[in-house]
């Protein structure tokens, strides 16, 4: 079982450089850095995690994670690196797929590239989004990416994205190019992560739902010609508990992530040691 820390940088984090370098001494699979680019104000949506479906105030002040798993990457050798999550439709695939690359390559093939669409639809709005069809964009932007990263010359004709012939370099260092990892529990998420994903992500999810999350990729991959074995299951935002773990693992699970509450002192660093400790 592998275990990863996902954790929010923001205006007031210590280095995330220091961060990591520490978690990867401290023997962490993975971690995980998540994105809101802009956070309107006073929006009509609500947010699906809270009671009353207020916004954390740290999603309004989070650092870009491309940027911080760059620097993170510069001071490690063998920890991933991953996105938790990207927010497809709020990005260009034509962009997005030079900066994966990028990462991947300088990295030596250490990113994974977690994504989801996101609840907030006043904010994929503002950034271009298409909130009523957002998965299936989504999956056109892993197709234009999988493209750009794959083959010489590559041209796309879709919905969304629509261009000539271009040459995008360089490639990423997986062949392929980085796993992608849906997260979200969406009513269609284990049809869509055995068509055309690497793995599922979940969070606020129990052992027994993973367990039939797994039962259920595992039939469909096997309908699609797929080896069920291909496809993981990451248990995103647990808390550090060895025997949760072991429960999620027997469930089927790959990978579990635990969250790293503070960055904002070096206690964060102190608080790193007790999770290794709990769970490693």
């Known amino acids: 079982m592998d275990i990863g820390l996902n954790m929010s940088i923001s205006t007031n984090s210590i280095d995330v450089a220091d961060i990591a370098a520490k978690a990867e001494a401290l023997g962490f699979e993975s971690i995980w850095l998540p994105e809101h680019p802009v956070m309107p104000v006073n ?21 870009d994670p491309y940027i911080g798993l760059a620097r993170a990457s510069a001071v490690t050798n063998t920890i991933k690196l991953g996105t938790g999550i990207t927010l497809i439709p709020e990005r260009n695939p034509l962009v997005l797929a030079g900066a994966i690359a990028s990462l991947d390559r300088f990295s030596g093939g250490r990113f994974l590239l977690g994504i989801g669409t996101g609840w907030l639809r006043e904010e994929t709005e503002v950034m271009g989004g298409d909130f009523d069809h957002r998965w299936t964009q989504a999956r056109e932007s892993i197709e234009v990416m999988r493209a750009l990263w794959t083959q010489d010359t590559a ?59 797994r039962a259920a990729i595992d039939e469909l991959a096997e309908a699609s010609g797929r ?37 904002t002192s070096v206690q964060a660093m102190e608080e790193m040691e007790k999770i290794a400790e709990a769970v490693l």
């Open 43 to 63: 929006p009509a949506s609500k947010y699906p995690g809270s009671p009353d479906g207020s916004i954390p105030d740290y999603m309004s002040d989070m650092a």
């Open 155 to 213: 041209e796309y004709h879709g919905r969304y994205y629509d261009f000539p012939p271009v040459q995008c370099n360089p490639k990423p260092t997986q062949a392929g190019g980085p796993p992608v990892i849906l997260g979200g529990n969406a009513r269609n998420v284990f049809r869509r992560v055995a068509r055309w994903g690497d793995g599922w992500m979940p969070t606020a999810s129990s052992p027994e739902q993973i367990a039939a999350g």
């Open 227 to 263: 080896d069920p074995a291909s496809i993981g299951i990451t248990v995103f935002g647990q808390p550090a508990d060895r025997d949760l773990i072991g429960r999620f693992e027997n469930a089927g699970a790959n990978r579990v992530i635990v969250r790293l509450g503070d960055t």
